[in-house]
Nanobody, 121 residues
Framework: QLYLVQSGGGSVQTGGSLTLSCAYS????????MAWSRQSPGTEREVVAV??????????WFSASVKGRFAVSRDNSKKTGFLQMSNLTADDSAMYYC????????????WGQGTQVTVSS
């Protein structure tokens, strides 16, 4: 079992930056990847960023909507992953979730509780 606890959400103005954290505890594997998804009311949850496990070289992937503005990192010694968001717009307002798992499970076996990000002008 793996437990994920998120922090770092909040309100920010357009063009601002915000960093989300995802602390994990329990049984994990170096091959686990971490995905960041978001969901706003009336829309489906979408994956916006992934950081892969050691077996995949720790590579990252970003959706077209956030590429160039978001970054992901992971500190395995602190068992925490980060989603660094910059140049935020109103379209980035959503509930953000982190998840972890094996790549063949789309990194979605275990989920954090979600944290709200609101971007206003």
């Amino acid at each position: 079992q793996l437990y994920l606890v998120q922090s770092g959400g909040g309100s920010v103005q357009t063009g601002g930056s915000l960093t989300l954290s995802c602390a994990y505890s329990g049984r994990t594997y170096s091959a686990f990847c971490m995905a960041w998804s978001r969901q706003s009311p009336g829309t489906e949850r979408e994956v916006v960023a992934v950081i892969y496990g050691e077996e995949d070289g720790g590579e990252s992937w970003f959706s077209a909507s956030v590429k160039g503005r978001f970054a992901v990192s992971r500190d395995n010694s602190k068992k925490t992953g980060f989603l660094q968001m910059s140049n935020l717009t109103a379209d980035d307002s959503a509930m953000y979730y982190c998840s972890m798992g094996f790549r063949n499970a789309d990194c979605k076996t275990y989920w954090g509780q979600g944290t709200q990000v609101t971007v206003s002008s």
